[in-house]
């Protein structure tokens, strides 16, 4: 099955998106797959140093690697993987910052191409650099779940007002 490009402007991917756990078996797309990646790849960086690397895996073997986290069960089921590894030696301040700016963009993109996503944090970062071969000098920040849901949308999540998280010229709260 071919995917057909979902069109939707950005605030409507950032609202439509949700965590996906349940996946269908229905492979992505390589092209949506590498506009994906496009996301990530032209995401701004401290300095521009661009400290990724990103691991596309789709192998069920090695996916089933992943999943000893205490939330990361379904790995084993979503068709595709992203690891997302920040190089500690080029950016040893920013790497976690700057690989989160582009793996969110990657989530964004996913929404947009019709796809579901899951931020991944639970994981054992020494089992899956064993699994995925990461060097010692990139750290595992975070790990995105890819592919067609199958779960239907539960609606509008809950979420704060803007006047309960902004304040204008001085922090106010309250």
Same mark, same amino acid.
């Given at each position: 099955?071919?995917?057909?490009? /979902?069109?939707?402007?950005?605030?409507?991917?950032?609202?439509?998106?949700?965590?996906?756990?349940? %996946?269908?078996?229905?492979?992505?797309?390589?092209?949506?797959?590498?506009?994906?990646?496009?996301?990530?790849?032209?995401?701004? &960086?401290?300095?521009?140093?661009?400290?990724?690397?990103?691991?596309?895996?789709?192998?069920?073997?090695?996916?089933?690697?992943?999943? $000893? !986290?205490? %939330?990361?069960?379904?790995?084993?089921?979503?068709? /595709?993987?992203?690891?997302?590894?920040?190089?500690?030696?080029? &950016?040893?301040?920013?790497?976690?910052?700057?690989?989160?700016?582009?793996?969110?963009?990657?989530?964004?993109?996913?929404?947009?191409?019709?796809? !579901?996503?899951?931020?991944?944090?639970?994981?054992?970062?020494?089992? /899956?650099?064993?699994?995925? $071969?990461?060097?010692?000098?990139? &750290?595992?920040?975070?790990?995105?779940?890819?592919?067609?849901?199958?779960?239907?949308?539960? $609606?509008?999540?809950?979420?704060?007002?803007?006047?309960?998280?902004?304040?204008?010229?001085?922090?106010?709260? $309250?």
């Amino acid at each position: 099955m071919t995917l057909s490009v /979902v069109h939707m402007d950005v605030l409507d991917a950032i609202k439509n998106r949700r965590s996906v756990r349940k %996946y269908s078996a229905e492979a992505v797309p390589e092209d949506a797959l590498m506009r994906v990646l496009e996301a990530g790849r032209i995401a701004p &960086s401290a300095n521009n140093l661009q400290p990724w690397h990103f691991v596309v895996v789709r192998d069920p073997g090695t996916r089933k690697k992943l999943t $000893g !986290g205490k %939330y990361a069960k379904f790995l084993e089921e979503c068709p /595709v993987v992203i690891a997302g590894c920040g190089d500690t030696k080029k &950016s040893p301040e920013w790497h976690v910052v700057d690989v989160t700016i582009a793996l969110q963009n990657m989530v964004t993109q996913a929404t947009a191409e019709g796809l !579901g996503t899951c931020w991944i944090g639970s994981f054992d970062e020494k089992e /899956v650099k064993d699994a995925l $071969g990461v060097p010692d000098d990139f &750290s595992v920040v975070a790990m995105l779940t890819l592919g067609h849901s199958k779960e239907k949308a539960r $609606g509008e999540r809950r979420t704060k007002a803007i006047d309960e998280i902004t304040s204008r010229d001085r922090f106010a709260k $309250g």
